[in-house]
């Protein structure tokens, strides 16, 4: 076939038909639900539109308590019950229409992917994970007059990802001059080559787009396989994954216990998204502190899981997901104004008194920085307060605050795991209508 349709496939024409002959719709219920706000959104199904739903309610800060997922049969039907940070119910009235306009426009445009911007260069980089290479890292673009305005950093499993946004610092936007980026590349290598013999470091730099940034952390570390166990290294999870058969269905059947934490929903479909897995039907159910998550799922050929090495790297990849940014190490938040060369002191601070950077979420807005970062000490345990007083003494008492209690060290209730199979799910879905939607408690 040629002419108009160019490169589009009659399916691509026919999903196209169906989304315009059913617009997608977003119901707000603040009334059945006492304790949460009750999101519903229906609409023709398309491939990642789940993750795109789940990625704007986590963009918006809300905390997924409870979910019921359905994207079978060409439609998908799925209730989200929401709460704002504090767990308190949503009442803006203003902030729910944001909501609901966000919902039925941002989501379904298919954010996952990259979006134009000449504003920033962005960087991109894998490693092995060691004491002082954010140090490092900020020392070059430092000395290269590059302001890093965004970042974020995560670190698991001894490697290390980060996603930079920088400016020039004489223009204020992105980097076009090609030996300024040709040196950043040259002395960024270099960086990331000391002590990277497992692994080979990769970095790219670009100034052409944006994407998603946590999203495309989760895309780096996969690719980076950092779920593969290490040789030597004794393996402990307090998450708990299983992943069984449903013959009779042709799906198989993802359970997960965890400890509950914000975003851990969009990180576990991440994961499934990242190894070409479709999520039919599932159920979210968070209580005291505690997740548990089921899912039907067939990989993007249609089959399900069929060997037992696949289910083991399902298994993996999902816990390692869960953990990239299980933030149980303590928590720093620096407020103060901006400037080149900030980060580039604060983590040579850390360093000098040994701490290391797990995680770091790094933003900056009208001239003002303010960074979190997630530490430990050079061992992985617990940071002694004496050190963090000295810190505070270096960089400013009322500029670096600590996030919680210094001595507490969190952990997982040890509770009996209990099993959330839809015993009766295929049953209700027979008649694939709308009115499973409104049977949601």
Same mark, same amino acid.
């Given at each position: *076939? ?35 706000? &009750? ?143 040709? *040196? ?22 670009? #100034? ?12 780096? *570390? ?48 991440? #994961? ?16 005291? *502190? ?36 299980? #933030? ?59 050190? &963090? ?53």
């Amino acid at each position: *076939m040629s002419g108009g349709l160019g490169l589009l496939t009659m399916d691509d024409v026919y999903a196209k038909f169906i989304s315009r002959m059913n617009p997608t719709r977003v119901v707000i219920d603040n009334e059945s639900c006492e304790h949460a706000t &009750i999101i519903e959104v229906v609409s023709a199904n398309k491939n990642g539109l789940l993750l795109e739903v789940v990625q704007v309610l986590s963009d918006l800060n809300l905390i997924i308590t409870k979910a019921y997922i359905s994207s079978d049969g060409g439609w998908f039907m799925d209730v989200f019950n929401v709460t704002d940070c504090d767990g308190k119910k949503i009442r803006d009235e203003g902030f729910l229409n944001y909501i609901q306009k966000t919902l039925e426009t941002d989501a379904l445009r298919g954010l996952n992917g990259v979006m134009p911007c000449k504003e920033h260069t962005s960087i991109e980089l894998t490693s092995t994970d060691r004491p002082g290479l954010l140090s490092e890292i900020f020392a070059v673009l430092t000395d290269l007059r590059c302001n890093v305005v965004n970042s974020e950093i995560w670190t698991h499993n001894s490697r290390a990802a980060a996603v930079i946004y920088v400016t020039d610092q004489e223009t204020g936007g992105a980097i076009e001059d090609p030996k300024h980026l040709s *040196m950043m590349n040259e002395l960024l290598c270099n960086v990331l080559k000391v002590n990277s013999n497992f692994k080979t470091p990769r970095l790219k730099i670009s #100034s052409s787009g944006i994407m998603h940034t946590q999203r495309r952390l989760h895309q780096m *570390m996969f690719a980076d396989r950092d779920f593969e166990r290490l040789e030597g290294v004794k393996h402990s999870s307090r998450n708990h994954v299983c992943v069984l058969d449903c013959n009779d269905r042709d799906y198989t059947v993802v359970t997960v216990r965890s400890k509950d934490r914000p975003k851990l929903l969009f990180d576990t479909l991440c #994961s499934l998204a990242d190894m070409q897995y479709v999520v039919f039907h599932g159920t979210v159910i968070t209580e005291r *502190m505690e997740a548990y998550q089921e899912y039907y799922i067939r990989h993007m050929d249609g089959l399900p899981v069929s060997s037992e090495a696949e289910r083991q790297r399902v298994i993996e990849c999902l816990e390692a997901a869960i953990k990239r940014r299980a #933030s149980e190490e303590l928590e720093l938040e620096l407020c103060t104004d901006d400037r080149l060369g900030l980060l580039s002191d604060i983590t040579r601070i850390f360093r000098e008194n040994g701490l290391c950077i797990r995680q770091a979420e790094i933003s900056t807005r009208g001239g003002k920085a303010k960074d979190t970062f997630f530490v430990t000490d050079v061992y992985g345990k617990h940071v002694d307060p004496k050190i &963090i007083g000295l810190i505070k003494q270096q960089i400013g008492q009322n500029i670096l605050q600590v996030k919680g209690n210094l001595n507490v060290s969190p952990k997982l209730p040890q509770e009996t795991a209990r099993s959330f199979l839809f015993t009766n799910l295929f049953r209700s879905l027979g008649s694939q209508n709308f009115g499973l939607i409104r049977s949601y408690p």
